[in-house]
């Protein structure tokens, strides 16, 4: 009896956290809509939803909310909101706001233009562009993490080695700030020049 009851407990704590999960992500896509309807965000909006993000991880549902949350921490540790910040956040809350959003999964080759098969990645020498938002951390952190193994980086040109695009997916992602800089390196590519497209997912099996 007692192990019965046991076991009851255990799937209604199941059952009473996917309801929160589900509840939790809801309210965050609505948030999302509200927050980028005119396709900007401000310094007082991603702070509401900072707030938000807050109250909300602390029923420890819904893991998005607490990587999102992880995400604005990471922009406010240095006191300031750049614009390169301000518009990633943009980008992943529009992505949210369609209700399009994935993360943790490896990006299909027929969602991005992405080289298949991966190829392995060297760091000596390398010239590495990062576009889009990571779940290692602010762009600047994943260029620091090739820097140490003797990596240069800058934005997309054609003597660019390898293109890494964040694992914050969108089926979406041609009409993204950072769309037109995937196309191109996929052009580049095409025509011949020696640039690798790859996912976060990919680059991070080789820091």
Not at 115 to 122: K, T
Not at 170 to 196: C, D, L, M, V, Y
Request: hydrophobic share 35%; proline share 2%.
């Amino acid at each position: 009896m007692i192990d019965m009851d046991r076991e009851d407990m255990a799937r209604n704590g199941r059952f009473s956290g996917k309801a929160i999960s589900d509840r939790q992500m809801t309210e965050l896509i609505g948030l999302a809509r509200g927050l980028v309807a005119d396709n900007e965000l401000n310094d007082m909006e991603i702070e509401f939803l900072h707030k938000w993000l807050v109250a909300s991880d602390a029923a420890h549902a819904n893991p998005m909310i607490g990587q999102l949350l992880e995400r604005i921490r990471d922009i406010y540790a240095d006191g300031f909101v750049d614009e390169e910040e301000r518009g990633d956040l943009t980008d992943t809350l529009i992505t949210l706001s369609a209700n399009d959003f994935e993360t943790g999964e490896i990006f299909k080759s027929t969602t991005l233009p992405l080289c298949d098969p991966a190829p392995n990645l060297d760091f000596e020498g390398q010239r590495y562009c990062f576009t889009g938002t990571f779940t290692f951390g602010k762009r600047s952190e994943c260029e620091r993490a090739v820097q140490k193994y003797g990596a240069t980086t800058g934005s997309l040109a054609q003597k660019t080695n390898v293109l890494v695009i964040g694992e914050y997916a969108t089926a979406s992602w041609k009409q993204s700030s950072f769309g037109n800089k995937i196309i191109q390196a996929a052009e580049w590519r095409s025509q011949g020049i020696p640039i690798s497209i790859v996912s976060e997912h990919h680059w991070r099996n080789y820091i």
